[in-house]
């Protein structure tokens, strides 16, 4: 076996150790490694409450579909995979971003990122149910134009034809009365 086929079966190191503890398990959200301890205290954390952690043994068959999504890297914390979402300032953060970047005052708004895609994909609902209410009073109002724009051009018409009739009587009108001056 070639060392680097060596050290990718190796087991991962705690990410959370200062010491260089073997990791036991996967935080599913983050994508970090913990030892028994801290595998153990991550999901009791508000900031990580919810997450779910497996051990390294289920790793490879665990449900793993939305995982991609937290595979990113932090551009300022390249060691640390992007797992939160600050509200006020819209931005994805890791862990450090976020309790120690400049985010300490938005904690109140920090969220995981499933818990900020859920509410940005209830929003995005939201806003197609009112988008599509929105054009159907839309499309609604279009026949309603449609309709008076009919009635308009038909009552031109109409009014055209009346005109050019009543004109038509007046002339007529008018040259009995000059025929009849012209006679006198």
Known sequence: ASPSTDRETEPPCCDE?????????????????????????????????????????????????????????????????????????????????????GHQQHQSSVLSLREASEQKRSAAKTLLETTASDETALNQALEKVSTVVKSVHTDTERVSEEVVEFYNHIREAVNAREKQVLEE
């Open 17 to 101: 150790c200062a010491s260089a503890s073997r990791a036991v398990a996967k935080c599913l959200e983050c994508q970090l490694h913990y030892c028994q301890i801290h595998s153990q205290a991550h999901p009791l954390f508000k900031s990580s409450n919810g997450h779910r952690v497996i051990g390294l043994d289920n790793a490879s068959t665990a449900s793993c579909a939305p995982v991609a999504m937290y595979a990113q890297k932090c551009p300022l914390h390249p060691s640390h995979t992007l797992t939160s979402y600050c509200v006020h300032c819209e931005q994805i953060l890791c862990k450090l971003c976020a309790e120690k970047g």
